[in-house]
């Protein structure tokens, strides 16, 4: 029925002479498929089941991502209450890709750390009252997913519920560090899964963006920690420092560096736990198993992050609560399965 549905949509929007193809699922509900009609003329769908998945924060995010000049997929036609958009294809040259295929590293990460700096410059003006802020409750409750399907199910280590608060009061007397300055829009997932070359653009329009429908206003060292602690692949320290001082170069609005660095590890840290819940909920939950390679990386990054005094709290509950034999991979489907 749901292909049908979507079928439908984009037969009605004008590409009913296209053949379509599935391109790929994500750790949520959405999947995307490519049209492509016999000239080479093609087009992404979007099929976002509407009890699942909301688009709209989707199409409401690319309208202020383009109208500051970035590489967004254009929106060509939408069914919103049904959960189906038909986009502008960017191609297939993620950053993955690309590095995979021998692009300069430093340069491509370049690219991405300065459309940051101009984000980051834009403040909030016509961003204020359009999307959520991401608030200390919002933090919390993302990261206490570590506890609740990471711990307990995924590697089977008992916490009680007075465990779990006082991991929670942890976090309550960490967060203040996060706030260092002036929110931005935070995109959120600033990954190289996420992330474009375009090779036919230049500036930062060569830098396309996927992934956006989950930004908020926060702290602008969040999108930096996506980038540079990303569970995906280590990135030399080299190209970090490199990164890191190209930011500051750029950001002389940045008046307090010791305390954008806290903000960033502390955010680092939240991150990291909070992935770890999650992708032991899609093992556990969803049967999604591939998401388990990430675990040692995910597990280095945060301990690394937990050496910043900012960070003792939490620190201390995790040396007290989880001992190295259960900082591991969860085995699939976890330990109750």
Known sequence: MRDTSRRAFWQGAGWGDAAEVLLAADASFRRYFRLKRADGQTAIVMDAPPE???????????????????????????????????????????????????????????????????LAKRGLDGVAGRVPAYSDEKLLHEVMLFVDWYLRPGVGLEIDDAAREAFADAWRACLPAVRCG???????????????????????????????????????????VSLLQDCRRDIPQSVISSVMERYFA?????????????????????????????????????????????????????????????????????????????????????CAA
Request: aromatic share 8%.
């Open 52 to 118: 699942k998945e909301d688009v709209r924060p989707f199409v409401a995010v690319g309208e202020i991502l383009s109208g500051f000049g970035y590489s967004v997929p254009r929106l060509l036609a939408a069914h919103q209450t049904d959960g189906f958009l038909l986009l502008e294809d960017l191609g297939d040259i993620t950053y993955t890709r690309a590095l995979a295929a021998g692009e300069d590293e430093r340069a491509l990460y370049d690219l991405a750390a300065d459309l940051l700096t101009d």
């Open 182 to 224: 002036a929110d931005v829009l935070v995109l959120r997932d600033y990954h190289v899964d996420n992330i474009m070359l375009l090779p036919g653009r230049s500036g930062i329009a060569a830098c396309g963006l996927l992934d956006f429908q989950d930004a908020v206003t926060g702290p602008a060292s969040y999108d930096l």
């Open 250 to 334: 750029a950001m002389p609005e940045i008046a307090d560096r010791e305390a954008f660095l806290a903000s960033y590890r502390v955010l680092g840290a939240q991150r990291h736990f909070k992935v770890l819940g999650i992708f032991a909920r899609q093992t556990v939950l969803y049967g999604k198993h591939g998401y388990l390679v990430h675990m040692p990386r995910l597990w280095r990054l945060a301990l690394e992050n937990l050496s910043d005094e900012a960070l003792a709290p939490v620190r201390e509950w995790i040396e007290k609560h989880v001992p190295e034999s259960h900082r591991v991979t969860p085995p699939p489907g976890g």
